[in-house]
């Protein structure tokens, strides 16, 4: 309802607009605003501005009054704050707040500035809508603060649009409605040329169009709020004096040939047609601002630090080209090189010869008697492990200094012969480590795994820390593996007694041997608990089961020590329980036990013989569970055979009588008479 206040006289054309605006609702309340104190008549004129002789003492005649002063006091700032200047309206006598009555009289107070004032940042004028919205931010602002950033304005001018339609003009723009729009629009111009504005001047003769060019490339790069009325007509007087020369003067496609004719004037510069894109992206990359907002005299300054860069990288790549020559030279004559193209070339042939020879090139060093040829193999070791962005001139000074001091020494001692030999005395020299002949290849092997690069690039001293580290694991190992022992021989000698073994060669030839007994016996291990009255043997049993079953790679030292004291506790009864002629008996008395099953003497040899079907391992990996549940499937299997046997009916029909709920009974009677082959089946479930 507030904005439709504001609506009520802002946007009128003339007073009879207004009196139909007011003529009926709650607005016929407010038409009052603008009628005179005394009499009744109206205190504005048919056009809605403020008779010459309207009461000096009626409120909107004095609010009028007094906020021209204000506006006219700011005509020249630049930008302003709308709601600072006009803060004293929400104070005495005054007292605006937000109500019909208020609103209603800003939006005809502000009606002469429709237009006149500015919005900064987008420079849009206030027409009647957005002044209509900045009205409403007044009151926001007088109440609470809000809306802050609404309020700052600026005035404008027929200056202003002057201005503007002679840019549009000079630049072909097309749909801008404000200076800053305009800006905007000049600066993607001169984007889109990619070179800047100022370039133009290089082809004018007179000063007043260079002043215009220096004009427009200031507008283009001010701010906002730099930007007031005098700033505009003087923009305007400068811009205006030279248009018709700007006009042919600022064409798209002279900008290259004029920006190259500027860079080619700068004082000791020397820069061709070819360099100009090298120039145009060395600016791009070392300036903060687009092309539009170019300093030219930042840019000419950078334009000089580029020259002087480029002289000095002429100067050090032709002494860096000696010094090359001078590199591959060495480096041909030390590794009998062919056909090289240069320092990297022979960088990278070298690196291919030390990983076809397979031992690092530093090994060289161990026959070295002096540091000079002991600095030149290092040195080459730093060539062929740099990039060619790491080595600058200082890098060749010292390696060219350090190879020719060695020159002759490294071409007797490197090659591909002797690396082998060498580097075993590397390995043999590493303080606390003694590797044997024999070791050798172990340790190359686990250099080979553990080296993070290939062989050229590899680091002496981490290299030295692997073999440390090798031999490290090496000693745990052989400390690991002499526990193992011990605790091995322990139950080789216990399965030994056990099983009555001959011939041990050792716990993986126990384990076979214990499980071609079990085979042999051809009745499961673990069928001997049976007859165990104490815990210590049933694990026994059971580790001995895990042993046989399992393969070297699942029996780790932790394993090996379960084992060790489960059978040591249990060893003696396990000699006296495991025997050969107890296999079978005891096996059928576990079928037995199978419950739910009920197995006679003479269905043994049958149920054994369809766990030997059924089962998928050889006996001594069978699984107890899985036995159990196969003796079971065995069972039902027997059962559910369709057998016409009347003395099994008899005694199923007797089990069912015994069984609870009458209904059932009767139920499972019947079922019997009409279906004796079920009764195999049912007595699985009626045990």
Known sequence: MSKAAIDTFLPADSRHDAENETSKGQKKYLRGIIMNN????????????????????HPIVKMYT???????????????????????????PYGLYTNMVNMAAMGFLMR?????????????????????????????????????????????????????????????????DSLNNTRWGIRKWVNDVEYPLWVFKVSCDDDKTKKAVDNIVWLIRSIDKDINQKKIKESLDLIKDARYDLGLLIKREQAKGLFTKWLKDIEDV????????TVVDFLNQNTQENVALWDE??????????????????????????????????????????????????????????????????????????????????????????????????????????????????????????????????????????????????????????????????????????????????????????????????????????????????????????????????????????????????????????????????????????SLYSLKDASYGLGLLIKREQAKELFIKWLKDVENVNISDKEVETVVDFLNQNMQTEVASWDENEARGVVKDWRLKEKIEPKEND????????????????????LLIELVDRHPELCGWLEVYLE
């Open 38 to 57: 005394l009499g009744g008549e109206y205190a504005v004129s048919e056009s809605l501005e403020i008779k010459p002789d309207a009461d000096e003492n």
């Open 66 to 92: 007094e906020i021209g002063k204000k506006m006219e006091t700011n005509k020249n700032k630049g930008t302003f704050h709308l709601g600072e200047v006009l803060k004293f309206l929400s104070k005495p």
């Open 112 to 176: 002469p500035f429709v237009g006149i004032l500015y919005e900064a940042g987008t420079g849009k004028p206030l027409e009647k809508e957005m002044m209509r919205d900045k009205i409403s931010s007044l009151f926001q602002y007088w109440k609470n603060g809000a809306d802050s950033d609404k309020l700052e304005v600026r005035f404008g001018t027929d200056e202003e649009k002057e201005l503007i339609d002679i840019l549009k003009d000079v630049f072909e723009l097309q749909d801008v």
């Open 270 to 277: 020397s820069i061709s047609d070819e360099d100009v894109k």
């Open 297 to 562: 005299e930042k840019v000419g300054a950078l334009v000089t630090k580029w020259e002087l860069k480029r002289r000095t990288e002429l100067d050090k790549n032709k002494a860096n080209t000696e010094m090359d020559r001078e590199l591959v030279d060495i480096l041909k004559d030390v590794f009998k090189l062919q056909d090289v193209g240069g320092l990297t070339d022979a960088k990278l042939k070298i690196k291919e010869w030390v990983n076809d020879v397979k031992y690092p090139l530093w090994a060289f060093k161990v026959s070295c008697d002096d540091d000079a040829t002991k600095k030149g193999i290092d040195r080459i070791v730093w060539l062929i492990k740099s990039t060619n962005s790491d080595i600058d001139q200082k890098d060749l000074n010292q390696s060219l200094d350090s190879l020719k001091d060695a020159r002759h020494n490294l071409a007797l001692l490197i090659n591909r012969g002797q690396a082998k030999k060498l580097f075993i005395r590397w390995l043999k020299d590493i303080e606390n480590v003694s590797i044997s002949d024999e070791e050798v290849e172990t340790v190359v092997d686990f250099l080979n795994q553990n080296m993070q690069t290939e062989v050229a690039s590899w680091d002496e001293n981490e290299a030295r820390e692997v073999v440390k580290d090798w031999r490290l694991k090496k000693a745990k190992e052989l400390k690991k593996n002499k526990a193992n022992d011990e605790i091995e021989n322990e139950l080789v000698d216990i399965l030994t007694d056990v099983f009555k073994l001959q011939n041990v060669g050792g716990l993986t030839d126990a384990r076979s041997k214990v499980k071609e007994w079990v085979n042999d016996v051809k009745y499961p291990l673990w069928a001997f608990k049976v007859s165990c009255d104490d815990n210590a043997s049933k694990k026994g049993i059971d580790r001995i089961v895990w042993l046989i079953k399992s393969t070297n790679s699942d029996i780790d030292q932790k394993e090996l020590n379960e």
């Open 647 to 666: 003395e099994q009916v008899r005694e199923m029909k007797r089990k069912i009588r015994n069984y609870p709920s009458g209904r059932i009974k009767d």
